[in-house]
């Protein structure tokens, strides 16, 4: 018997179509050069700019895989964002004023990260021990984090100049962006956790069928916390990357909507909303495409109100090309031809 | 009598395994007619194809002689054939007046008449002999009385074809009678009605012809005068027979460690005052009707319901605040009666589904790695009889028997001190049935304990070595040794002395 192919697989199709029109029809866009020690080219481009979401949806994958989803990775974002600017600009009357981080780059960061598993750990509180329905619960933080984030920067973006935290967001180490490095090194830590550990069983359990993983054993409620602390902590390292990139920190606007990019490059990837199955590989697919499209349309000119429109049909090609119809028909047709 | 459906060789394929292979049969109206199979025979594949769930890939469907196409539920059910499923399948969140009008509502300028809707209800519900309101809520009801809703919607279709998939699988005796004489009656009216069943009996006592499908193929047509017991189990096993009522005694455990006791445990408004010890390598039975608190027992034991009364004590450590997960790693196992919503995880691999208790029992960490798990499926697909034999394949895929061999691979791996199994041979056939108590036998030897609850008395008598029956939510009785006979359980049951 024929395997079945990956949940990825068209995921994977969608991306190197994509990139063999690229490189077909868009000119420079193989091109790469180094220049002051760092790889540059629109290859790089979209691996740098994929990283927030990846990052994003790194954490998503694994709260879509419980059969949740979390909505306020956006605001998260603008809080870890806002935490991280305060700590480094100091702004007159801002309540982090009391925390003495000094300049240090990694307390900084230590103490955005620690902001994004506040939040993660408060949604998970709301899903795995109110039992509150996800999306209801994230929604809170979704609309009420912006606002936290404005209470913390008076309703100010802020600047700042710190090259060392400017480095996570735009500097190089070894030709590759930093965010690359970062978001990839995110993956690899998450898929050793989900894959050579069984946890990535029990989330999968958890979203299959709730009550046969609590009968056989498993801490559900334990696994949603975690799962939506991870998706927090994402979210933080997300939007330091985001601040530091343009050394500043807008409450209002960091990370607006990049939840919803988040969903679609996990669903995208092969990951079903319903739970069970999930696939980091998947993920990073997902995640790589949602930008190649945007960076295609952006460099063949295309105007940006036409560029969403272009975006959601490939998403929506994509998404029924692995919808179980479509891929019953799929097999149904492979099987058909193996008789004849 | 004239065919009022048949089929003109029905053939299915699923990823080119070949379920069903051209297969004839004929139902005539005012007939009820068994059709019977061991798992994975195809007689759920069939009827799917006869509801339109699935579409047959050559063959013709015939309806009252005519060629008719069946490409979905709502065809089938244009066509007079109603469906009751194995499992049960009602909308919990909605009424029972609503599960039964629901797509066919009467409907006037303000929408649905809910009036005329319950009162329509009310009367499908007569029919099938049930005293219910028809706006209690579904989820209230008891398993067995959604199903008799379920068989309320179906004759509210005005269906010509009533397909019973497993009716009974759920309902206690006095219900079976019920459902036996809503079937006569229905007969006499002329429907035609397709039975599937796992209960030798019910067969006999209802059915004027029996189809045996065997390994996607149709081992013949009889009336049931013609095919006796030994004979029908021989074609569905397609050999001779071993004997049925499995004659070997109860294995006598060696005096034993107490593994668990409970005292005077209980739940408000769920069971009471429930005492038992078990030992090791012991099989303890629990018998009664359905909702006379089997289940419910086994539930305070395993720490899924709290317990508001009486203590439990595991290997003479009283246990405070149970739950699922401290249970299991205390030697616990629960195989649930509920397959569908408490036991498979239908998106998983076989493989996952088996190991999935035995990792939680070494927690999360320590990963049980790839070649380990393939050995243990191997092994647990080998002994149980798995098919088909693809640790990869997802559950959902296999038939329901053997979704519950895979059930019972994941807590036999689990290696479990206590394992309660709750209805394990439930929907599944006499081969695999046999195969299980001998295999709680030969457990038995090693030292595991049993907590068997099952609504075959037959079964629960050839493996407990103690029997407490259940009534009214109440230990009534406890048999041993001589004592443990179907006869004297049914005495217990009914109070009689």
Redesign the interface.
């Known amino acids: 018997m024929k395997r079945d192919l990956p949940s990825w697989a068209w995921a994977l199709a969608a991306f190197v179509l994509l990139l063999l029109f690229n490189l077909a029809f868009t000119p420079g866009f193989a091109h790469v050069e180094i220049r002051d020690g760092r790889l540059f080219g629109s290859l790089v481009d979209v691996a740098n700019r994929a990283a927030p979401t990846l990052l994003l949806a790194i954490g998503m994958t694994l709260v879509i895989g419980t059969g949740g989803v979390d909505l306020s990775v956006g605001a998260v974002m603008a809080i870890a964002g806002t935490v991280a600017a305060c700590l480094v600009a100091r702004p007159t009357n801002c309540p982090l004023n009391a925390i003495p981080t000094g300049k240090s780059v990694p307390a900084v960061a230590g103490f955005a990260g620690l902001a994004g598993l506040l939040c993660g750990l408060f949604n998970g509180f709301l899903v795995a021990v109110v039992e509150i329905q996800p999306i209801v619960a994230t929604l809170l933080l979704m609309v009420a984090g912006r606002g936290v984030a404005q209470l913390l920067s008076s309703g100010q973006i802020i600047t700042f100049d710190s090259p060392q935290l400017a480095f996570v967001g735009s500097g190089s180490l070894l030709y590759l962006p930093t965010p690359v490095w970062i978001s990839l090194s995110v993956l690899l830590l998450v898929a050793v956790l989900a894959r050579r550990t069984a946890f990535g069983l029990f989330v999968e359990a958890t979203g299959s069928n709730l009550v046969a993983a609590r009968f056989a054993g498993i801490d559900s409620r334990g696994i949603k916390l975690i799962v939506y602390a991870v998706s927090g902590v994402c979210a933080a390292i997300a939007g330091l990357i985001v601040a530091a990139d343009i050394k500043a920190a807008d409450a209002n606007n960091a990370g607006l909507y990049m939840e919803l990019d988040a969903i679609l490059a996990v669903s995208v990837g092969g990951t079903a909303l319903t739970g069970g199955r999930f696939s980091l590989v998947g993920t990073l697919l997902g995640a790589l495409l949602m930008q190649s499209v945007t960076t295609t349309i952006l460099t063949r000119g295309v105007a940006p109100e036409i560029a969403l429109i272009v975006k959601s049909a490939i998403v929506v090609v994509v998404c029924v090309l692995q919808s179980s119809v479509v891929q019953s028909e799929i097999a149904r047709r492979r099987m058909a031809r193996g008789a004849a | 009598m004239s065919a009022c459906l048949s089929t003109e060789r029905i053939s299915k394929?699923f990823?080119?395994n070949r379920v069903l292979d051209a297969i004839d049969f004929e139902l005539r109206a005012g007939e009820i007619h068994a059709l019977m199979g061991e798992n994975g025979a195809g007689k759920s594949t069939l009827i799917k194809i006869l509801t339109g769930v699935y579409q047959a890939d050559s063959g013709a469907i015939l309806r009252d002689g005519k060629p008719v196409v069946i490409g979905s539920p709502a065809d089938a059910v244009a066509h007079g054939i109603s469906t009751v499923y194995q499992e049960v399948n009602v909308l919990p969140n909605l009424t029972v007046g609503e599960n039964i009008c629901i797509r066919r509502e009467p409907r006037g300028p303000f929408g649905i008449r809910w009036k005329q809707l319950n009162e329509r209800a009310a009367t499908a519900l007569d029919r099938v002999g049930l005293n219910l309101d028809p706006q209690t809520p579904i989820r209230s009801c008891s398993i067995a009385v959604q199903q008799m809703v379920a068989i309320a919607r179906a004759l509210d279709i005005s269906a010509k074809i009533l397909v019973l998939d497993e009716p009974t699988s759920s309902l206690d005796e006095k219900e079976v009678r019920r459902l036996f004489d809503l079937m006569e009656r229905l007969k006499e009216e002329g429907l035609g009605i397709i039975f599937v069943t796992h209960f030798l009996d019910q067969v006999y006592e209802t059915s004027g012809r029996i189809t045996v499908l065997r390994n996607g193929v149709r081992a013949g047509t009889w009336t049931t005068q013609e095919l006796g017991r030994e004979a029908l189990i021989n074609q569905m096993l397609g050999r001779e027979g071993q004997s049925l009522a499995s004659e070997a005694k109860p294995v006598t455990p060696k005096a034993g460690r107490t593994v668990v006791s409970t005292h005077g445990l209980g739940r408000k408004g769920s069971v009471n005052n429930i005492s038992l010890e078990i030992t090791k390598g012991e099989v303890v039975g629990l018998a009664g009707l359905l909702g006379s608190g089997r289940t419910e027992s086994a539930h305070l034991i395993?720490g899924?319901d709290a317990a508001t009364t009486g203590s439990l004590t595991l290997d003479g450590k009283p246990v405070d605040r149970p739950t699922?997960?401290s249970?299991?790693?205390r030697g616990i196992g629960?195989c649930?009666e509920d397959r569908k919503?408490?036991?498979?995880?239908?998106?998983?691999s076989v493989r996952?589904n088996i190991i999935?208790?035995l990792?939680?029992?070494?927690?999360?960490?320590?990963?049980?790695d790839t070649a380990t798990q393939t050995k243990i499926g191997e092994q647990y697909i080998k002994s149980l009889n798995i098919r088909p034999p693809?640790l990869?394949r997802p559950i959902s895929l296999l038939s329901g028997g053997n979704q519950q061999k895979v059930l019972l691979a994941?807590w036999l791996a689990?290696d479990p001190e206590l394992l309660i199994l709750d209805e394990p041979t439930r929907g599944i056939d006499i081969g695999a049935k046999v195969e299980i108590l001998e295999m709680i036998k030969r457990l038995q030897a090693e030292g595991m304990a049993f907590l068997f609850i099952s609504s075959e008395l037959a079964e629960t008598v050839s493996v407990a070595n103690r029997v407490l029956v259940l009534r009214d939510r109440s230990v009534v009785a406890e048999l041993t040794g001589e004592q443990i006979s179907e006869a004297e359980i049914v005495r217990s049951i009914a109070g009689s002395e």
């Open positions: 394929s990823l080119g395993y899924i699922p997960k249970q299991m790693r629960y649930s919503a408490e036991g498979i995880l239908p998106e998983l996952e999935l208790a990792q939680a029992k070494r927690g999360w960490l320590r990963r049980i693809d990869d994941r689990a």
